[in-house]
């Protein structure tokens, strides 16, 4: 009864100061190889009773195996397909229905040849289906389904929604809304566990910056309205500094906010110093010099600030 | 082998009370190239009417006005953008009036329509594949070839002079590294498929030479840089798979600059080792991404 007690206490606390309880993976499998560290080469984990996530090297999906099959996202590539089928088939013999598609790089979707010879649908937006065509790759499986603005699959009583809100990491990537569960999937942005974490590609290449900051405000109003608590993490990351990686495969949705504001923090400081009347080549070395951003981005990098800054500054210019 | 077009007077006008100046220099009977700071466009005068390509700013529009009034040419018919850049089309309202047609290429529609910008006049005439401009005694044909620089570039090619406009990617000094080895806008799935576009059309048109978008010390540039400029980016794209293969890649996508053989590269104007990493990396991205 005391116990009760505490727990609902607690509960209420929670609830009350905004915070949510995040699921705790379970490793259900992993690889017997090494990538560094303790690092292994793969893992799945269980998020829920029918969701997983599956990590292969940086790269993540996850998955649903629900009353009626199986959907699956973003295949990765040859290798981790292949791994992912035969370890599927030890967790359920339940059809794989669909596999979507959370964006057309062929880093993350690449391989799905494995899951369309067992009669799997795939589903991506439009824009990705023609970036195939501009750009073909054997390895890549075309959609049988393409969408423009929002698109639902089920297995039974599991979802997958998938939104489009504009071009922003390339032009056709989706936010994922993965029901009932209520977790979101966006890729290659917002990974778990701090949206302000130093970026990857600094470069920004095939990156829509315009549409960056309205791609997560949309985000961020869908998971407020749907009352997402918890995000998927589509790549490894790091708490605090580079140097020490986590795993990253769920975190709070508040990453979503955060990722936002990375961006408008680097926007609004380059724009500042242009308006200051910086020229646009001294851009990136001023503001480095300047120590900008440096308290606010986590595992801020000289190197990567100034091709990002260099960027930015392009960017306010031109447009694009 | 074409016509050698000369160079033969310079014009200067200075912008009141402005600190940069435009500069428009006489190219032929009928065509003007004007810049500003580094960027430059053309005017292209016809008996119809007289097509701007890429008002650059609104310093540099009124230049071009005042300029064509006290020259006694007709009024600005068509402003013509190459792409979708704000520092190459802003100030195009100085033009704007009843009939005035304003022209793009469609894809740049993204842009546009989804990052507007005061100072550019939205286009008012988009075209797909290819436009013509007829004004009497010159005619203007605009070229999309695909995501090249940006996803909208154009090449314009002007005729009876038969020169090629072309905004970015191509240096009038000859093949060259890029000004920014980041590459921000370079589409490279589908580059090969722009150099080869111009390329063939240059051969059908017995083109000989073009007019680049940057300020540089030749105003025209031979038509064999374009081909020349294809080979480096090919050289680019050969090089970052053959080092993806190899395995010397690292896990930021950078090369082992220690295992490439640079001769090849050394041979293109502005050579700069460490922007070759950076040209690499974007290369290694794209081979990862496919786009």
Redesign the interface.
Known sequence: MLNALRIGLISVFLLVSGCAIQPVPKTIAESEITLFGNLKLWEIEQISPHLYAYRYTFYRNFFLIGEEGVILTDPLNQEAASILNQELSKITNKPIKYVAYSH????HISGGQVFKDQGAQFVAHKKCQE??I??P?PN?VKPDIVFEEEYTISVGELSLEMYYW??SH?NCRVGLLIQPDRIMFIADDANPPNGLNMI??A????T?I??LVPFFLEAEKLAKHKRVKTIIGSHMSFQDNPMNLVSGTVGSSNVIKQQRLFYEYVIDTVQEALDEGITAKEVPDYLIQSGALKNKIVGYDESKMR?LY??IT??L???? | MGKQLVLFTTLLLFASGGWSETNIQTVSENIYVFSEIDNQGLIVSGSNGTVVIDPISEHTAKSIQEFLSVNDKNAVSHVVYTHSHWDRISGGEVFQKNGVKFISQETCRLFFEGNKNEAVVQPNLYFKHSYKIALGNSNIGLHYFGPSHGECMIVVHIEPENIFFVADLLSTNGPSFPNDPTLPYLRPATLMRFFSGIERMANQDNVNSFIGGQVEKNTFGSIEYIAKQREFWKLVQATAEEAEEKGNVNINNFIDMEKIDLEAFKQFNNYNEEDLSNIFRRYTSFLNMGR
Not at chain 1, 203 to 206: E, F, M, S, V
Not at chain 1, 317 to 320: L, Q
């Open positions: 057309s790089h062929w880093d970036n195939w501009d750009n790759n890549v504009g071009p390339d990857y590609g470069g920004l290449a095939d829509y315009y549409n091709v260099r960027r392009n960017f210019i031109t447009g694009e």
